[in-house]
């Protein structure tokens, strides 16, 4: 005769499979609940389509307006209605140059430093320091601009920028009247990249450099023979 089981043992719990009536009772009893979460997803979803559509529209709308613009009013105009947009940057490059092509030189640096202070890490941030060292030249600072002209040129040599940083230094050197040492600039670079997109520029400045030369030498005035009494 089998030993009668323990009382201290807990009986195993029988398995009950979930019924169609227990999934019903279920919906029926959380309808709302689901219901309410339900919506919720779906509006975070359509909210996030919708943002990254508006996004998209406005990264096309401020991409054409960066295709046409050409005034500081325009950029302006493109900052002031999509401060965010990738091509903001850029944007903002386009208005210091063209601050800078009207001649407002200090509008043209408080705008590239705007840039180095909202994109010190961005690729074209020695765009702006080199504009900065320019709007000092344009201001007539030409010690200064010659000094950052050589800094930036010691700095970067091998950037893409460092010809015009080079150039830059050899205008500031010409109006300075040291001309052969600016004439050596021109030549060292000719030699140095005789391939480079550059050398047309360099050889045109030199030439202007050659002009400004000659027209600095003193012109020896001929003496008329004495006329006899």
């Known amino acids: 005769m089998p030993d009668p089981v323990s009382s201290s043992q807990s009986p195993v719990p029988e398995y009950n499979p979930i019924t169609l009536e227990d999934v019903l009772h279920f919906l029926k009893t959380n309808y709302m609940v689901l219901a309410v979460g339900a919506a919720i997803v779906v509006l975070v979803a359509a909210g996030l389509a919708t943002y990254f559509m508006q996004q998209r529209r406005n990264a096309e709308r401020a991409s054409q307006m960066l295709m046409v613009a050409q005034t500081p009013k325009q950029w302006e105009e493109l900052l002031a209605q999509y401060p965010d947009a990738k091509v903001a940057p850029i944007a903002l490059l386009a208005l210091a140059s063209s601050q800078y092509g009207a001649g407002a030189y200090d509008q043209a640096s408080a705008t590239y430093d705007k840039f180095l202070g909202k994109y010190p890490r961005h690729?074209?941030?020695?765009?702006?320091?080199?504009?900065?060292?320019?709007?000092?030249?344009?201001?007539?600072?030409?010690?200064?601009?010659?000094?950052?002209?050589?800094?930036?040129?010691?700095?970067?040599?091998?950037?893409?920028?460092?010809?015009?940083?080079?150039?830059?230094?050899?205008?500031?050197?010409?109006?300075?009247?040291?001309?052969?040492?600016?004439?050596?600039?021109?030549?060292?670079?000719?030699?140095?990249?005789?391939?480079?997109?550059?050398?047309?520029?360099?050889?045109?400045?030199m030439r202007f450099l050659d002009r400004e030369m000659r027209a600095q030498r003193p012109v020896?005035?001929?003496?008329?023979?004495?006329s006899k009494p």
């Not at 015009?164 to 300075?176: D, E, N, P, S």
């Not at 052969?180 to 047309?200: G, M, N």
């Not at 020896?220 to 004495?226: C, D, E, L, N, V």
Request: hydrophobic fraction near 45%; include cysteine.
């Open 123 to 205: 690729d074209m941030a020695l765009v702006a320091e080199l504009g900065k060292i320019q709007c000092q030249e344009g201001r007539g600072e030409i010690e200064m601009a010659f000094n950052g002209y050589n800094l930036f040129v010691n700095m970067h040599a091998d950037h893409f920028l460092a010809p015009q940083a080079l150039f830059g230094k050899a205008r500031c050197l010409q109006i300075m009247r040291r001309y052969p040492e600016a004439k050596v600039i021109y030549e060292d670079f000719i030699a140095a990249h005789p391939k480079s997109e550059w050398v047309p520029q360099a050889e045109f400045a």
């Open 220 to 226: 020896s005035a001929t003496k008329a023979p004495a």
